[in-house]
């Protein structure tokens, strides 16, 4: 099996599906000369064509509403959004297009579309390349939400997006595009090369979307979380000694309900971590998933861990991004004596 | 008839035309404080005990009756002092003499109270703090978390405190067998146990059905080789985990196919009227021994079931009537009772009838036996039927000629499953 990071590995999952369905083609900013500010589609235009991998203008509400229409008519779009950030010009066009189509039509017309777009700090973005908007895409009806948190997981999501007949918004966390990174920024960085979920299968492969993954098996509590988020929360359960369940989400809608409750129900207590904004994050549906579900069990009130609520500084990156010492802080008030 | 602040619990009717109730246990003693709904006394009618929630949230004032106690419907069963009253209305207390309680004994239950726990003063004005797994641990175990007092941070009811609770609870008028425990070494000479509960209504209606009953026993050996056989196939085509088919249910279907032919024997005796009601449906109790003692929970119109069917519904009412999850209607109306004692089936026994029906089948243990069989000595699986019948309405003839008939179905059992009528069936 092939060593890939999570760029490869997306670049892989473009390439399969490129190669095995004429229907997909990709549009996005710098995608297709260029291969991408991230070289998530390196190499690709120059394999498929200037028909396929489509270098579009600097307009993401043009990007999407094109792939929409291509999508009716019968293709298959892959837009990227080069950051999260700029999604927002797309906004009225996902929601009030691309999201109801199927719904406003009765069925008569739907979209496959993927929107890819690079999400998260830690890479000294600043508040305009650092942003994770998942939150306001898992409040709007009609879209699933995905948010992968390895290569392997990456490429065999961005296929089953890719095959889905309905829109799909794909996050790709871009601290994780080179490895596996557990929120301290003093640390020599790690290569995917050296981690197992670094093996990637070429070719067609798929993970399920709504499919929870245990990433480790634990009694003391429970931690939900996806993304970037997963390696600090295994760091932070670790570096305390609790023996933590730990569930990286990698689909936040459709949403594994089954495994996070029979995690929760098994240990009585739990933390939830994103790296987005704490009031009305995705973390809140969770939490109020959970207590609808697992009441009885609770052995302590729920933790949340989450950006603070203000746009995701320059300065201080590493005072926003929610590492391993605040996760620490919510296992040990979960972790409080029942 | 209440003073301002407290409210007077009547004993609840329980359904079916209860007039009394007998007290098993009380969870709360008077200067208990209970939340609304809580269990507050276990009280039991005919078969069934049932929890009685508190209707209001409150202090115990006082309670009537101790376990064993029969407490008529309507009458005062606890007396409540409201929450938030006890600043208004000091003198309440002294209220409470319709329950006979004077203020002396009422003042030394609120000291004990107070001495008790700080925590149960403080929850008069604050919520009890838990975690909800804790609450619900509670709820199971029949315990007010207002009793608990909390070890954790902040005063905090934690897991560990509601075991020790659970360890240490005491009834309120339990026997005083262990308050009066001598020393460790010399053990007492004997105990007491009150005759309470089901275990007083197992009593009652065993010396009833003795007392009234002429029982005319009869026992008959049966051939169960052929039983057996279809038994160990039928169980053998099963999957690995399903529950094996004893031969209760085949036995049970063979006696419903020949209580068509002997109505007299499925009837329930109504005294008052001196009527026999003979049904045509078979309502089987099946007598099932449980931690609290005997119960006969009935499966409604065996004849009904098909045969795995009514394997399964056996088990589930007998699965009921050992943990207690019986319906009350589960527990009473069958028309005639089968009695297995499985392994310690013995070889004969003298089944009491479960009045008011008219018999009772007993089953004895299969076990092979060398018997003559043409002639020639052959292994046989032999099972005895013991049965009991109403003298006065069933004639010996009639219970043997039963007897022989359910034999001949259990002999034959392919005959059990032959829909075309036998000889004498209507």
Known sequence: MAQMNMIQALNSAMDAMLESDPTVILMGEDIGYFGGVFRATEGLQRKYGEQRVIDTPIAEGAIIGAAIGMAVGGLRPVAEIQFADYIYPGFDQIVSELARLRYRSAGDFFAPVTIRTPCGGGIRGGQTHSQSPEGI???????????????????????TAIEDDDPVVFFEPKRLYNGPFDGDPNKAAVPWSTHPKGEVPEGVYRVPFGKADVVRNGSDLTIITYGTMVFVATLAAASLGVDAEIIDLRSLVPLDVDTICSSVKKTGRCVVAHEATRFSGFGAELLAIIQEECFWDLEAPIQRVAGWDTPYPHAFEWEYFPGPARVGTAIKAAMEPA | MSARGEYVFKMPDLGEGTVEAEIVRWYAKPGDLVDEDQAIVEVMTDKASVEVPAPVSGRVLSVTGTPGDKVAVGSPLIVFELLGSTDTAPETPAAASPTGMTGEALASAASTASTASTASTEATTKRVMTSPANRRRAREAG??????????????????????????????????????????????????????????????RMSEAKRNIPHFAYVEEVDVTELESLRAHLNSQQARAAATLTYLPLVVLALVRTLRVFPQCNVRYDAERGVLVRYSPVHVGIATQTPDGLKVPVVRDAGSLPLWALAAAIRAVAERARTNKSPREELSGSTITVTSLGKLGGIASTPVINAPEVAIVGLNKAVERPVVLHGAIAVRRIMNLSSSFDHRFVDGHDAAAMIQRLKTYLEHPASIFIADPSPGES
């Open chain 1, 137 to 159: 895409f898992t409040h709007v009806s009609g879209i699933k939400v995905i948010m992968p948190s390895n290569p392997y997981d990456a490429k065999g999501l961005l296929i």
């Open chain 2, 143 to 204: 315990i007010s978390l207002n009793n608990v007092v909390g070890t954790g941070p902040r005063g905090r009811i934690v897991r560990n405190d509601i075991a020790a609770a659970s360890r240490s609870r005491t009834l309120p008028g339990a026997p005083p067998t262990t308050a009066a425990t001598p020393a460790a070494s010399e053990a007492p000479a004997t105990s007491e146990i009150k005759v309470i509960g089901l275990r007083r209504l197992i009593a009652e």
